[in-house]
Nanobody, 128 residues
Framework: QVQLVDTGGGLVQTGGSLRLSCAAS????????MGWFRQGPGKEREFVTA????????LYADSVKGRFTISRDNAKNTVYLQMNNLFPEDTAVYYC?????????????????????WGQGTQVTVSS
């Protein structure tokens, strides 16, 4: 069974930075695409970013391009989300997710339905 543990959320002022981490266990980590999604107050869960198993390919939502960076360390079974220049509209619970299929990376990894495993979420609050 795959387990994902999200950490690193917190309260930050507009323009500040945070780094989220997601530690994975339970299966071979390096062959699966990992993603980050978020759900703001009163909003649906939305795609933020994804990274292929070997880290060579990434996808970003337009709203975070140039501000957020996803990375992974397969030796540590961990994926990271570096968030810079944060805005109040970035306030949300951020969820790490693992693709349910090994070796897959495509546009469809922008869809929550591509992921079979989810972290518990970590709250990010950006104050104005």
């Amino acid at each position: 069974q795959v387990q994902l543990v999200d950490t690193g959320g917190g309260l930050v002022q507009t323009g500040g930075s945070l780094r989220l981490s997601c530690a994975a266990s339970g299966r071979t980590f390096s062959t699966y695409t990992m993603g980050w999604f978020r759900q703001g107050p009163g909003k649906e869960r939305e795609f933020v970013t994804a990274i292929s198993g070997n880290g060579a390919s990434t996808l970003y939502a337009d709203s975070v391009k140039g501000r957020f960076t996803i990375s992974r360390d397969n030796a540590k079974n961990t994926v990271y989300l570096q968030m810079n220049n944060l805005f109040p509209e970035d306030t949300a619970v951020y969820y790490c997710a693992a693709d349910s299929v090994s070796g897959r990376f495509s546009y469809f990894n922008k869809r929550a339905s591509s992921y079979g495993y989810w972290g518990q979420g970590t709250q990010v609050t950006v104050s104005s």
